[in-house]
């Protein structure tokens, strides 16, 4: 049986001329259930997220042999701080303010703290559905990383416990984009975390006298706008 290593990971230096995937999820083997682990194509842990508690609690952001890269500190009005290092609250490296929280947008605006030296204006933005654990991180007009769910043609349902990270190729640190999704995921809002244990759809096959009913469908959560809630609809794909 295969199982996750954190030992032979490679090191992804910030100005990678390639996009770089990981796979996101808190099932990785070899790792502690419910640490948020980032693994290459390989199955190598890449970067892990450790928090203390859910609510409140510090996270830390480590490297394949250990590390520690960043601590994340959230404070009670849905800010973040991100620290160099293990070493408390000395080198503090940037700031995030959670702008936006629905069921259906989370955005966050993220300052970098040797950059803006005092200014107001915001370095990355980070925009996405914590639901359908899809989120995009901005520098400007450019795109710097995107998560993704991982669809496969004709799969029966999808699973929302492990994702897809890309990093685009250019000058940001991708420990930076991890530390960041990990806020993300971490920021979602308090309703969804009923739904997290639900794939995002299935397909199922019901057998029935009942006229309409029988066939193949497709269960799917949809937003309703009236409600502002998630309701499971069935769409007809086939007989």
Known sequence: MSTATTTSAPI???NTPIPIDLFVSKKHPGLPRGVLGFADSSGNIVYRVNRQCYKYGKAVLLDSA???LFSLYPHHDGSWQ???GDEGDKDLVFKVQRILTKLKRTELEVFLVAENQGELTFDFKVIGCHFQRSCTI??????VAQTSLMHKLRQIYVRRSKFRLTVFPGSVDPSL???????FLFSGPKKF???DKFPISMT?????????????????WKHDKNTGLYILRRF???T
């Not at 984009?177 to 806020?183: R, S």
Request: proline share 4%; net charge positive; no cysteine.
């Open 66 to 68: 250990g590390n520690t």
């Open 236 to 238: 007809k794909i086939g």
């Open 12 to 14: 992804y230096p910030a």
């Open 138 to 143: 901005y520098k400007g007009d450019s795109i």
């Open 193 to 195: 975390r009923v739904l």
């Open 82 to 84: 991100g620290f160099k």
């Open 177 to 183: 984009v991890v530390a960041l999704v990990a806020i």
């Open 204 to 220: 199922v096959r019901i057998i029935s006298q009942k006229p309409g009913w029988r066939g193949r469908w497709q269960l799917r």
